[in-house]
T-cell receptor, first 109, second 114 residues
């Protein structure tokens, strides 16, 4: 079983839609959760991080963690064409990070 | 505001050639990592380092070597390039280990072996 599972998509939504991106993880010892955005031919860029269960909001982005079900989500409100990218979830333990395979998102104007 | 810097950005190698991918960070991070990213396969950890002089293998270390003589630099060496090493390589760094902090990435090196 992989440490982190993520639906690869692709996901295509109209501009202004609410986007929901999801991951599951296997190890209840994971405590720190991150979302990265990766534009084509660029490195992953840290978007959000959180320690705790519940929601963390930053502008149009909300990260949600449910440790009881080992489920993490990223919600994007009022999606924009500039949000078109691949989104990777990540967590870690010890000396390593574990990444999902990424979900490709296209926001259509 | 450099962060993690990788060079070169692109490289074409012939089978059997060798090269070093350079990575440097200016955030005084203890931890550094090398990943490769293949289409649809996510990020696979090649090697990592928890501090100067200390390195360890990740998930896919075969065909690669690393060294960490300073906190800032973490070069990745390919000794005998093979077509299977065609990939995009990312260097990353973090202040603490996974599970306690976030990682920051460079812009990547796109390597083609022909």
């Amino acid at each position: 079983q992989k440490e982190v599972e993520q639906d690869p998509g692709p996901l295509s939504v109209p501009e202004g839609a609410i986007v929901s991106l999801n991951c599951t993880y296997s190890n209840s010892a994971f405590q720190y959760f991150m979302w990265y955005r990766q534009y084509s031919r660029k490195g992953p860029e840290l978007l959000m991080y959180t320690y705790s269960s519940g929601n963390k909001e930053d502008g149009r982005f909300t990260a949600q963690v449910d440790k009881s079900s080992k489920y993490i989500s990223l919600f994007i409100r009022d999606s924009q064409p500039s949000d078109s990218a691949t989104y990777l979830c990540a967590t870690g333990a010890g000396n390593q990070f574990y990444f999902g395979t990424g979900t490709s998102l296209t926001v259509i104007p | 505001n450099a962060g993690v810097t990788q060079t070169p950005k692109f490289r074409i190698l012939k089978i059997g050639q060798s090269m070093t991918l350079q990575c440097t960070q200016d955030m005084n991070h203890n931890y550094m990592y090398w990943y490769r990213q293949d289409p649809g396969m996510g990020l696979k950890l090649i090697y990592y380092s928890v501090g100067a002089g200390i390195t360890d293998k990740g998930e896919v270390p075969n065909g690669y070597n690393v060294s960490r003589s300073t906190t800032e630099d973490f070069p990745l060496r390919l000794e005998l390039a093979a077509p299977s090493q065609t990939s995009v390589y990312f260097c990353a760094s973090s202040h603490l280990g996974g599970g306690n902090t976030e990682a920051f990435f460079g812009q990547g090196t796109r390597l083609t072996v022909v």
